[in-house]
């Protein structure tokens, strides 16, 4: 059974389109997150909710909107997608005291647009 | 200059080789440090933490934080094909454990 999931794992589509991830943890955290890995695979946070609410929100462009349902989904919504928007999309979850942060990734969301 | 450094690699070791892994950083007040794996195609998996300075190992893995160099390392003994994939390692702050920094990662592969 999959702790984090997301969907959908591939993704093409072209400049100027509106685009949504969608991911989901079973794993009964608190926080979840966003983060984006380029093609230098550097890894950095976009978003991070604590239940249901907002508590990271790091310079990414405002076409970029988080939404939380509850606390066990984090959805990412993107308009007007640009070409450097490609990237990998990774949702993740953890207990936001735990020491450490030992943060749960989903397995990828791969975007690309054309 | 970024604040997690590493180098890209890739590493390319003999099955049975030790590895050594390496991040460097430039903020002292990060507390906490972390590796993760990540295979192709998939997402990162935590391997260990450690809080502060010192050691700890997991089985085959060795993790190594010294905080008056910045400079933090995993070892890896007695390597596998199955440990061929990408190590970042992640720091955080104690007030913000929550807000992982990445390095870029190191590829390693190990030959059979």
């Known amino acids: 059974d999959t702790a984090v999931s997301q969907t959908p794992k591939y993704l093409v589509t072209q400049m100027g389109n509106d685009k949504s991830i969608k991911c989901e943890q079973n794993?009964?955290?608190?926080?979840m997150y966003w983060y984006k890995q380029d093609s230098k695979k550097f890894l950095k946070i976009m978003f991070s909710?604590?239940?249901?609410?907002?508590?990271i929100n790091e310079t990414v462009p405002n076409r970029f909107s988080p939404k939380s349902p509850d606390k066990a989904h984090l959805n990412l919504h993107i308009n007007s997608l640009e070409l450097g928007d490609s990237a990998v999309y990774f949702c993740?979850?953890?207990?936001?005291?735990?020491?450490?942060?030992?943060?749960?990734f989903g397995e990828g969301s791969w975007l690309t647009v054309v | 200059q970024k604040e997690v450094e590493q180098d890209p690699g890739p590493l390319s070791v003999p099955e049975g080789a030790i590895v050594s892994l390496n991040c460097t950083y430039s903020?002292?007040?990060?507390?906490?440090f972390m590796w993760y794996r990540q295979y192709s195609r998939k997402g990162p998996e935590l391997l260990m933490y450690t809080y502060s300075s010192g050691n700890k190992e997991d089985g085959r893995f060795t993790a190594q934080v010294d905080k008056s160099s910045k400079y933090i390392s995993l070892f890896i003994r007695d390597s596998q094909p199955s440990d061929s994939a990408t190590y970042l390692c992640a720091m955080s702050l104690m007030d913000s454990s929550y807000k992982l920094i990445f390095g870029s990662g190191t590829r390693l592969l190990v030959r059979p």
């Open positions: 903020n002292s007040a990060f507390q906490y």
């Open positions: 993740a979850s953890s207990q936001m005291m735990s020491p450490g942060n030992t943060i749960y």
């Open positions: 909710y604590n239940n249901k609410e907002l508590i």
């Open positions: 794993l009964g955290h608190d926080t």
